[in-house]
């Protein structure tokens, strides 16, 4: 019998289509890796088996119906999904990261986890995250690559269960960093989309302005297969250029100070494979005043996570994590009128950030984290190389390739212009091929 837990997604499918691998025994697959994998990980704070099981005959029996009927089955049907714990998933537990309180058993799907069940997902569980998604204890969470140090965060859980092959899909959120650090940090793809792709409706909020849904997979046709299941069809999104005619920014971008010897290494190498290839290459400076984009990131994710958590702050205030608390209270002080400017300035650059593209360029590579995963007792990490653009609301893929000098994974993004997703994943499979091919 094929090792489904093994597959990528869009490989599982084919198998399934093929009659070579069933949903269930593709699922029987996952939940063996669960049990052998995740006692050391801890990727998942509650899996829910028998609902699991339930849902995989299902999705036979769908698939077994649509062959009779010549219908389409669903394009993830059968296929296991992970849910970060902020998100609603119907009959299990909510708990948002915290320890101090229980969790709420939700009584109805978030709007992303409903989309996938109508593409025929089988919901495995829910995973570690950071406390709402935003600061607080430690997840409990290892990296596969090496347990002593950490997956990142706050989707700690969603990219170590993919990382760790315990699922080929889990969905994760980013806000700043939570998305495209944990993949850089594991060696897998995620991708942010444009802020707003997904409704976050049965999502607990840490900053709305910038909170987006977002997923990680093996693969880069693994993460097309989830925009196209979760996203509306937009005719405006279809691929411009073919693969060679790509052109590819290389942007060091205003931290780069802080990248270490190893990622400094793995972008300017990664221009080297690009040109050697054939790719269209052009260094990308930045206009005038996205030096300042982080810390403006930073004004609006915690003004409004004061506004999002000061209520938690009042019911729970002892229990709180002081990193937690200082949000919640306002510790640094923001008010309205910081947030309004703020927002403000980064609103007016994302108009200039997006007239970087079209002709003259198609997407930007840049550094997806500042070096290889930190060790678990320090942290989750920076995410210095991720505000600026969540603060564009730009799409971003993350692509693994490289290694440090420790031999873990080190992660570099494809940056692309707001609403460009399907073309900036066409990009990133041409790089992709030439990076890891």
Same mark, same amino acid.
């Given at each position: ?5 093994? #597959?990528?997604? *869009?490989?599982?499918? *084919? ?24 006692? @050391? ?20 029996? &769908? ?30 537990? $909510? ?13 109805? %799907?978030? &709007? ?11 919901? /495995? ?24 140090? *950490? ?13 760790? +092959? ?45 909170? $987006? ?27 411009? /250029? ?15 100070? %802080? ?16 040109? &050697?290839? +054939?790719?269209?290459?052009?260094? /990308? ?43 919640? $209270? ?10 309004? @400017? ?5 609103? &007016?650059?994302? @108009? ?27 942290? @989750?990490?920076? *995410? ?7 603060? #564009? ?14 031999? #873990? ?19 990133? $499979? ?8």
């Amino acid at each position: 019998m094929i090792d489904g837990a093994g #597959l990528p997604a *869009s490989g599982a499918l *084919s198998a399934m289509a093929s009659g070579e691998l069933s949903a269930v025994d593709l699922l029987e697959s996952c939940l063996a890796a669960i049990a052998r994998h995740d006692a @050391t990980i801890r990727a998942f704070c509650h899996v829910d088996v028998e609902a699991a099981r339930a849902e995989a005959r299902l999705a036979d029996a &769908r698939r077994t119906e649509a062959t009779a009927t010549g219908e389409g089955p669903g394009l993830l049907c059968g296929v296991p999904v992970a849910i970060k714990d902020v998100i609603d998933v119907r009959g299990m537990p $909510t708990g948002h990261g915290v320890t101090y309180r229980a969790p709420r058993i939700a009584e109805r %799907d978030a &709007r992303v986890v409903a989309l996938l069940r109508r593409q025929g997902a089988v919901i /495995v569980g829910k995973t570690e995250t950071v406390a709402f998604a935003a600061a607080g204890a430690i997840p409990p969470t290892r990296n596969p690559r090496d347990p002593a140090r *950490s997956p990142g965060g706050s989707s700690s859980g969603s990219a170590a269960a993919v990382a760790a +092959g315990m699922v080929p899909l889990a969905i994760g959120t980013q806000t700043g960093g939570s998305q495209i650090r944990p993949a850089a940090f594991t060696g897998i793809y995620a991708l942010k989309p444009t802020f707003g792709t997904v409704a976050r409706e049965g999502m607990s909020p840490f900053a709305p302005s910038l909170d $987006t849904i977002g997923w990680f997979a093996r693969s880069v046709d693994d993460l097309s297969l989830l925009l196209a299941a979760l996203a509306a069809p937009d005719p405006m999104q279809e691929t411009r /250029v073919p693969a060679a005619g790509r052109v590819i920014g290389i942007c060091r971008g205003p931290h780069w100070a %802080d990248a270490g010897p190893d990622m400094q290494w793995a972008l300017l190498e990664a221009e080297r494979r690009l040109r &050697r290839a +054939g790719m269209q290459i052009r260094p /990308v400076d930045l206009p005038a005043g996205f030096d300042a984009l982080t810390s403006d990131q930073e004004v609006v994710m915690y003004g409004e996570g004061h506004l999002s958590l000061r209520d938690e702050h009042v019911r729970h205030g002892a229990a709180l994590h002081p990193d937690l608390a200082a949000i919640a $209270t306002n510790a640094r002080g923001i008010g309205r009128a910081d947030i309004w @400017t703020a927002a403000a300035r980064i609103s &007016r650059r994302r @108009t200039l950030f997006d007239g970087l593209f079209g002709s003259r360029l198609d997407a930007i590579l840049a550094p997806g984290a500042p070096g290889e995963a930190p060790s678990w007792a320090d942290g @989750t990490g920076s *995410s210095r190389f991720n505000k600026m653009w969540s603060a #564009l609301h730009a799409p971003c893929v993350a692509l693994p390739g490289f290694s440090g000098s420790s031999g #873990l994974p080190l992660g570099l993004q494809l940056v692309g212009p707001r609403f460009g997703d399907a073309d900036l994943l066409a990009c990133a $499979t041409a790089v992709d091929r030439i990076l890891n091919g």
